[in-house]
């Protein structure tokens, strides 16, 4: 069962104490915890939207498609990439910052409850795509709430994830242990590139992220991880785009063109970027 434990104040940064239907922290701020577990931890005066994040349909959209397991090879990646000091930890802490409907952590954390103790959190600014993920695995702690104000105190996790999110390194400098870990994951090159052929008139080079490197972080390690998937019909293709952006980025005859397809064998591109946070015995 999910704990709630050890979570701040979006407003004040006080710790919260748990009661038997909410959070409070000692200044009165109260957040119910929903029916299915979650509590919203992104208050109205931090909202930059009405409804922020991705849609009830890009959350269905990215449910039905990632069920089918054409990107559990990603979860491969990272369980055979994870570095040796978070392999052998008795006690592990995981934050999947912008979670989705939580189809990586929640497969990661079964495989790793097999062999630690895991306190994972999985954090998203979409309220639809936390409830969906907090309908299907209990033991995780499932937040709503923003990656530029994380509601935990400092230096609390291990590992820090995201995966084709938004990072806000600072934030999760602040979270991580000293020498704790960042895990980006991120689209190569040549991801989905027959999809992006059929989307646009001209493909734009590819701009790596962070190429400058990360301020007080090493990266300690590098991958690129491809593999290829065939998509057999049209609803199919039809999730696959709705969980990209390129559903609001591709011109309207491009996403038409994709649409009208019956099969499309693509490639995955995966980057995996591991950094650890720079304490002060391992300043390189
Ligand atoms: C491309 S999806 C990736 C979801 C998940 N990590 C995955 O790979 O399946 C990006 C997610 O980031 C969320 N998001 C956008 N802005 C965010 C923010 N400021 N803080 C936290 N999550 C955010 C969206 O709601 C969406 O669920």
Redesign the pocket.
Known sequence: MSHLEHLCCPLDQLPLERNERALVCPKGHAYDIAKTGYVNLLPVQKKHSKD???SKE??AS?REF?AKGH?DP?IQAILDSLPQPLQQMSDLSVF??????????RQLSQQLRERTQLDAIG????K??ITDASKRDKQIDWIV????HVPVADGRFDWV??????P?VSEFTRILKQQGWLLL?ESGSDHLIELREILYPEIKSYQATFAEGLDGFVLKHELNHRFSFTLTDAEQIGQLLS???HIHKAPYEGRQAALALQMIDLTADIKLRWYQKQGKNNVE
């Open positions: 922020p994040g991705d890009m959350v990215r990632l990107y990603v999947d910052a912008g979670c989705g409907e939580g189809h990586y952590l954090l998203d600014i979409s639809w795509a709430g923003s990656n530029a994830m995201c995966a084709f999110g938004f806000v994951v969980m990209t952006p």
